[in-house]
């Protein structure tokens, strides 16, 4: 590496700094954080955080509307995410999915991202059945280990990673508050028991949803898809064969990945 390129101690304690902040934001969530809170939770000198947090705004890694006095993180990071060649692939190929899986179902299919601590509607099929629970528009947030596809995705992630996610979710999440963390415990371990996540005792009373992660090379889970529908016409015969479904797509998109070396 050219000497000039080569990174001062001064260097590496800012990037560190501004890590520490970022992520002190981030398990803020929607509530945002102050710079008083910021600086507490990190140790570092107000005048310090203040200034980074205005470079990281710059960035668009951080925003701070002007009538608030939190912090929240910015579309910068996310935009980089979605940059990624697995999750663009992911995207692309999400269209031939959800139409062969809401063929087979007759009931509406959904495409999740991993986005952090959250899943992120991408794509959407509605199925044949006249009666379809639209529960989530192309767009919508939900937190890890609520619905299907976040339930999918959580119980995916590695041991040593899903502990601490789970706390940074109870800590910024009011959602899986009000759930419970006994109640979303539960579902976790009876989704990695039965290699699939299924979200009927769930959040509406009447809908039936199933899910399974997307897995990348590493298998992290970067995403998954999801099926739901009426629960009356669910037996769990007919739930085990969509969750057959959704494993044989899911294999498909992440070999897809494997081959573009994407993943």
């Not at 990037?15 to 910021?38: H, K």
């Not at 596809?149 to 601490?164: H, N, S, V, Y």
Request: charged share 25%; aromatic share 4%.
């Amino acid at each position: 590496m050219d000497q000039a390129l080569q990174p001062s101690r001064g260097d590496v304690n800012s990037l560190r700094r501004a890590a520490a902040i970022v992520q002190v934001i981030a398990a803020s969530g929607d509530t945002g954080v102050r710079l008083i809170d910021i600086t507490q939770a990190t140790g570092l000198r107000r005048a310090t955080v203040h200034r980074l947090c205005r470079t990281l705004q710059s960035l668009g890694w951080v925003r701070q509307p002007r009538d608030r006095q939190r912090y929240y993180l910015g579309g910068g990071l996310p935009l980089l995410m979605s940059l990624l060649p697995s999750r663009r692939l992911l995207a692309e190929a999400g269209s031939a999915t959800l139409d062969r899986i809401a063929e087979e179902t007759e009931d509406t299919a959904f495409l999740f991202l991993h986005d952090g601590l959250d899943a992120l509607c991408v794509d959407r099929r509605e199925g044949s059945y006249p009666v379809k629970p639209l529960l989530v528009d192309i767009g919508d947030r939900r937190p890890l280990g609520l619905g299907a596809a976040g339930l999918a995705i959580l119980a995916a992630l590695p041991d040593e990673d899903r502990g601490p996610v789970v706390d940074l979710l109870f800590n910024s999440r009011e959602e899986c508050r009000n759930r419970g963390r006994a109640k979303i415990e539960t579902d976790l371990a009876v989704a990695r028991r039965a290699g699939y996540a299924d979200a009927s005792a769930g959040l509406v009373s009447g809908v039936a949803g199933i899910g399974v992660p997307i897995l990348g090379r590493a298998g992290i889970p970067i995403g998954a898809i999801s099926v739901a529908g009426v629960e009356s016409r669910w037996p769990q015969r007919r739930r085990e064969s969509f969750a057959d479904v959704l494993h044989r797509e899911a294999y498909r998109i992440a070999k897809r990945l494997v081959e573009n070396g994407a993943a």
